[in-house]
């Protein structure tokens, strides 16, 4: 439904759809990609928060400012990294018709056939298409997760 010219008119027509169509091994398609990406982003997010803490907020006291400064860089640079893994795990949950048509390919079936996909399509700035909108999306959403959490970190140790 975020692609373009989605079949789908609704999140139920979707499953509907796909699971009479593939069965319900369709919804765990890129469930191994879907590890292979979170677990380097969440690896590098809190390295890098880690580190940013260090440089920001030395004392490691409750400061908002640092912690939102801090998770904005480590969500930025951990999307930046990990996008290749995202496009090719978009492709595969997609598997967007256009791309599959102009390849001559009835499926994508696992990450390494999503990487040559990906690269026989677009080559290496394939694997970085909508690098800027990932940035721009986890830049606010990790700076507020994080200052979320050491705001309620600071309230469990003060009461």
Avoid at 73 to 93: F, S
Avoid at 147 to 153: A, G, I, Q, R, T
Wanted: charged share 10%; net charge positive; aromatic share 14%.
């Amino acid at each position: 439904m975020q692609m373009y010219n989605s079949p789908y008119s609704s999140v139920w027509s979707c499953i509907r759809t796909i699971y009479a169509t593939e069965g319900l091994r369709a919804f765990y398609r890129s469930y191994t990609t879907q590890l292979t990406m979170n677990v380097p982003f969440q690896s590098i997010h809190f390295m890098v928060y880690e580190f940013m803490q260090g440089v920001t907020n030395p004392e490691r006291s409750y400061n908002p400012k640092a912690h939102m400064v801090s998770g904005a860089m480590a969500g930025a640079l951990a999307a930046a990294i990990t996008t290749p893994l995202d496009v090719c795990k978009t492709l595969l949950n997609t598997q967007e018709s256009t791309a599959l048509n102009s390849l001559g390919q009835p499926q994508i079936t696992g990450l390494t056939h999503a990487f040559r996909t990906v690269y026989r399509l677009g080559g290496v700035r394939g694997y970085f298409q909508g690098a800027t909108a990932r940035v721009l999306y986890q830049i606010p959403s990790t700076a507020i997760c994080w200052s979320v959490y050491e705001f309620l970190k600071y309230l469990i140790k003060s009461s």
